[in-house]
């Protein structure tokens, strides 16, 4: 991969004479990805003015050109010393590929497949031929370089004429008289004779094109480039096209007879006859969408390849993020230069519960003094309060009052017998109502406690009842 001002390169895809091709992406904001064909131009000839006033000009023709059948071009520059067009990618084959891979399995190209693609070709350059300037005057395009590398098939079955490098408009044209541009076996005879060429140039080499697609062989091919020279300067067409292929329709061959003829008088005046002489001989060809029918020989044709490139794309876009994410920076010291070491990571310290807050201001057995006391009054507060009102006191239940003497209890130690006139404490003698869990009840006219029972004073006796078989003391209503 190259990155190539906002482009970057992917896979070269072919090497000319004057300039390389390759497959590009252009990487937008958002995820926005956009893959393209990068034509630029070869080094040594970054210098070559000729060459690059060509180049420039193929650029301006192209960007003027919409046609379903023609690569649209969607920009032009110069980064560095290097031109470059970014047009069109067509995910496909050129024709050349094409017919090299029907050779393969020794079969000919289909007629209606080679009548189509004619037929498209012959679109194209229709369009081309008829374009006018700002002005309304006709620019007199001419391809000058219609050959199968030219034609590009996509796996969808669109058609698209690429390659407009040596086209010329008259108003541009600086060609001189006995200069040859083109390939050589696609030549008409006025080209190879270095004469002033126009379209119907261009209908001549799409006749060789037909005639290739049909036979499966070249119509010049000599053992030298001076051989095809004299070849394509003679025209003659042999052998016949229906002498090989036996499945042209009987009306077919005269079509390609005259896009062939030796003088350009003798030929389709323009593209736009051809195209529709060879659309009427597709009608008499097994009907069917032809578009449809060429998507499907492509697929059925390049199977494995197609797959093949699926996956070195998928491949391709994989590195291309990782590249595009970058590795990681590590942090530099503020020398600049410097990398620091890194640490082995320490074990994590076990968190240390933060101590409680203490009163410096108050000594700690101060502190625990302070705290009985307090505990203590909140004892006796409620013993006061629970005797006090005695009419809560026949709610208190039996556990309730066993803490209530502990408590009384502790007090005794800490301060003596509180001074308060309690049930618990007074050893008066009264009498009482005691119910017991059994549901058992007593009528005492005096009690008191001893440890942990109730007791009362008997002419026969002490009687005493464990407190925790005892529900309720009340006072008895006399």
């Known amino acids: 991969m190259e990155k190539f001002g906002q482009y970057i390169l992917l896979k070269k895809v072919a090497t000319g004479g004057m300039a390389e091709l390759f497959k590009a992406k252009k990487i937008g904001i958002e995820g926005f990805e956009q893959v393209l064909a990068v034509k630029r131009i070869l080094p040594h000839l970054s210098s070559d003015e000729e060459f690059i006033n060509m180049f420039i000009s193929e650029a301006k023709l192209i960007g003027n050109l919409t046609h379903k059948n023609i690569a649209q071009i969607y920009d032009f520059g110069k980064i560095e010393q290097s031109y470059f067009i970014a047009m069109e990618y067509v995910r496909g084959k050129d024709l050349k590929a094409i017919l090299g891979k029907v050779k393969e399995k020794k079969k000919l190209l289909p007629v209606s497949i080679a009548l189509f693609i004619a037929k498209e070709v012959a679109a194209a350059l229709g369009y081309a031929h008829k374009q006018k300037d700002s002005a309304g005057h006709d620019l007199n395009i001419t391809h000058r370089d219609i050959s199968p590398q030219n034609i590009l098939i996509s796996y969808e079955g669109e058609v698209k004429v690429v390659d407009f490098g040596i086209a010329k408009a008259s108003a541009h044209s600086k060609t001189t008289t006995g200069m040859l541009k083109g390939k050589l076996s696609y030549m008409s ?46 025209a003659k067409v042999e052998p016949l096209p229906s002498s090989i292929n ?91 230069l410097i990398r620091p070491i890194k640490e082995s990571p320490e074990k994590p310290k076990k968190k240390e519960k933060p101590p409680k807050p203490v009163r410096a201001s108050m000594p700690r057995a101060a502190r625990g003094g302070c705290s009985c006391i307090f ?8 013993i006061a309060g629970v005797f006090m009102f005695p009419s809560y006191k026949d709610k208190i239940p039996p556990y309730a009052l066993d803490v209530i003497a502990k408590i009384k209890n502790i007090y005794q130690k800490q301060f003596g017998n509180p001074p308060d006139n309690s049930v618990i404490q007074d050893e008066s003698p009264r009498d009482i109502a005691i119910t017991l869990k059994s549901g058992r009840k007593l009528f005492w006219s005096n009690y008191f406690e001893e440890g942990d029972s109730y007791c009362t004073q008997k002419s026969e006796g002490k009687l005493c009842i464990p407190k925790y078989d005892v529900v309720s003391i009340k006072a008895a209503k006399k």
């Open 189 to 234: 005879p006025e080209q190879a004779w270095g004469k002033s060429v126009d379209h119907r140039s261009d209908i001549f080499s799409l006749g060789i094109v037909l005639y290739e697609m049909l036979t499966g062989r070249k119509l010049f091919q000599g053992d030298s480039e001076v051989g095809a020279l004299e070849l394509v300067r003679k």
């Open 246 to 336: 036996r499945d042209m329709p009987s009306n077919l061959e005269a079509k390609v007879l005259k896009a062939l003829a030796r003088e350009a008088s003798e030929r389709y005046q323009n593209a736009s006859d051809m195209e529709l002489d060879l659309w009427g001989a597709a009608f008499k060809l097994p009907s069917g969408d032809p578009a449809l029918a060429l998507k499907q020989y492509m697929n059925d044709l390049f199977k494995s390849e197609i797959e093949s490139e699926r996956m070195a794309e998928r491949l391709a876009s994989l590195k291309l993020g990782k590249e595009l994410a970058g590795p990681k920076e590590e942090p530099i010291s503020p020398i600049g």
């Open 375 to 382: 505990f203590l009054a909140l004892a006796v507060s409620i």
